[in-house]
């Protein structure tokens, strides 16, 4: 059993920078893949990145990819999404999700966090 809590989320200016953090309980963090998703109202969850029990597999919606940056401390048992020039359209709630094997790009993950709340002001 794995039990996430996201924090970091808040209200930001269009270009502006937040950093999220997921802790995670449990002594097996480093065997999980851990990924983000985000759910803008009236849509869909939908992916935004994931990352290997190493730190080492990486990967990223094309909406983000190359604007935010997922990483993860095993020592710390934490993942962080490192989001950068920031858009109104990336205003969602952002969700962190552990499974475990490989990352997957789609939300079929074992645990999932609480959800922090990221909004984006033109």
């Known amino acids: 059993q794995v039990q996430l809590v996201e924090s970091g989320g808040g209200l930001v200016q269009a270009g502006g920078s937040l950093r999220l953090s997921c802790a995670a309980s449990?002594?097996?963090?480093?065997?999980?893949?851990m990924g983000w998703f985000r759910q803008a109202p009236g849509k869909e969850r939908e992916f935004v990145a994931a990352?290997?029990?190493?730190?080492?597999?990486?990967y990223y919606s094309d909406s983000v990819k190359g604007r935010f940056t997922i990483s993860r401390d095993n020592a710390k048992n934490t993942v962080y999404l490192q989001m950068n020039s920031l858009k109104p359209e990336d205003t969602a709630v952002y969700y962190c999700?552990?499974?475990?094997?490989?990352?997957?790009?789609?939300?079929?993950?074992?645990?999932w966090g609480q959800g922090t709340q990221v909004t984006v002001s033109s």
């Open positions: 990352i290997n029990w190493s730190g080492a597999g990486t």
């Open positions: 999700a552990a499974r475990v094997g490989v990352p997957k790009l789609s939300d079929l993950y074992h645990y």
């Open positions: 449990g002594r097996t963090f480093s065997s999980y893949a």
